[in-house]
T-cell receptor, first 116, second 112 residues
Framework: EPEVTQTPSHQVTQMGQEVILRCVPISNHLYFYWYRQILGQKVEFLVSFYNNEISEKSEIFDDQFSVERPDGSNFTLKIRSTKLEDSAMYFC??????????????FGPGTRLLVL | SQQGEEDPQALSIQEGENATMNCSYKTSINNLQWYRQNSGRGLVHLILIRSNEREKHSGRLRVTLDTSKKSSSLLITASRAADTASYFCATDKGSRDDKIIFGKGTRLHILP
């Protein structure tokens, strides 16, 4: 069964460093998302991406964050200058093009980011 | 906010019993989805129910949706130890690329 994959599974970085989290969505999906989950808290939406541009972003997704689909398979989340509060599990998700409505979003296993 | 809120926050039951978790939300939705998360792991999609559906089954899972009460329930029948996890409901307004809003989850613990 096709699945969303994410690398790395764990990332430790120093505050102020740049990190790039990578995702490979399911191949026929066209909608891509990043969510994050701070330890012990609920999953929060960061950004959605379709047709090579951001569809929607949350307040969390400030200028330090960017997303890119550099080729036909990868979808990346970059944090330019990490802060301690960026420590969280980051989930990538993708969904297929429904005719009209939202289809199921399939999530990757997550990247656990720890900022020291 | 359209977020879902699950209750109870935590539930412990004996293996073999049925587990029922509830979710309430505040605004109109198009879809409601249930996800499972094992401790510290990824989110596994369980089931999606659309606003024009009232009940849906998948294996040992049964989901109901009452849009008049803005609530949903997830029933897991004949629970197993492997069902121990957190369960989240998530809602969206229905556009094709709409974000989904997660609730805080119910931590389910199946006792052997």
């Amino acid at each position: 069964e096709p699945e969303v994959t994410q690398t790395p599974s764990h990332q430790v970085t120093q505050m102020g460093q740049e990190v790039i989290l990578r995702c490979v969505p399911i191949s026929n999906h066209l909608y891509f998302y990043w969510y994050r989950q701070i330890l012990g808290q609920k999953v929060e939406f960061l950004v959605s991406f379709y047709n090579n541009e951001i569809s929607e972003k949350s307040e969390i997704f400030d200028d330090q964050f960017s997303v890119e689909r550099p080729d036909g398979s990868n979808f990346t989340l970059k944090i330019r200058s990490t802060k301690l509060e960026d420590s969280a599990m980051y989930f990538c998700a993708s969904s297929e093009p429904g005719l009209q409505y939202q289809e199921t979003q399939y999530f990757g296993p997550g990247t656990r980011l720890l900022v020291l | 906010s359209q977020q879902g809120e699950e209750d109870p926050q935590a539930l412990s039951i004996q293996e073999g019993e049925n587990a029922t978790m509830n979710c309430s939300y505040k605004t109109s939705i198009n879809n409601l989805q249930w996800y499972r998360q094992n401790s510290g792991r990824g989110l596994v999609h369980l089931i999606l129910i659309r606003s024009n559906e009232r009940e849906k089954h998948s294996g040992r899972l049964r989901v109901t949706l009452d849009t008049s009460k803005k609530s949903s329930s997830l029933l897991i029948t004949a629970s197993r130890a492997a069902d121990t996890a957190s369960y989240f409901c998530a809602t969206d307004k229905g556009s094709r690329d709409d974000k989904i809003i997660f609730g805080k989850g119910t931590r389910l613990h199946i006792l052997p």
